[in-house]
């Protein structure tokens, strides 16, 4: 990657970051096609881009909530438990698919995101 590249993938990450936060997707919609179609990015390394991002931001929105205490955290709790199993889980699942069946599942799911929004 030479400076241009990081300058665009700084510029497309606060903007995924910023978008993502204000519609509670997380960025992940937005900066892993941008990866993987503008800057060649394999899939596997625009994911998991995207998911280094997803942490940064949740945890500044949620710290800005737990100021406000508008957060139950108790629930929060219950939630990270069944999270991480799905996150284990989806490792293990989408670890055993082709490249190309984990990249249509990701654009059917932006289809169903975009349907939703």
């Given amino acids: ?3 241009a590249h990081e300058l665009l993938t700084f510029v497309a990450g606060a903007f995924a970051g ?5 519609l509670g997707l997380g960025g ?4 892993v096609p941008f990866l993987n179609v503008v800057l060649g990015l394999p899939f596997q390394v625009a994911s998991g881009i995207s998911l ?5 931001t949740s ?11 508008l957060v139950n955290l108790r629930m929060g ?5 069944f999270t991480t199993t799905g996150g284990v889980f989806g490792f293990w699942w989408f670890g055993r698919r082709h490249d190309a069946t984990v990249e249509l599942m990701f654009g ?3 289809v169903a995101i975009a349907a939703i929004m």
Avoid: F, Y
């Fill in 77 to 81: 709790m219950v939630l990270e438990i």
């Fill in 28 to 31: 992940g919609v937005i900066l």
């Fill in 1 to 3: 990657m030479n400076l």
């Fill in 59 to 69: 945890s500044a929105s949620s710290a800005v909530k737990g100021r406000m205490q």
């Fill in 52 to 56: 280094v991002t997803i942490i940064a």
């Fill in 18 to 22: 910023g978008i993502g936060a204000l």
């Fill in 108 to 110: 059917w799911t932006l």
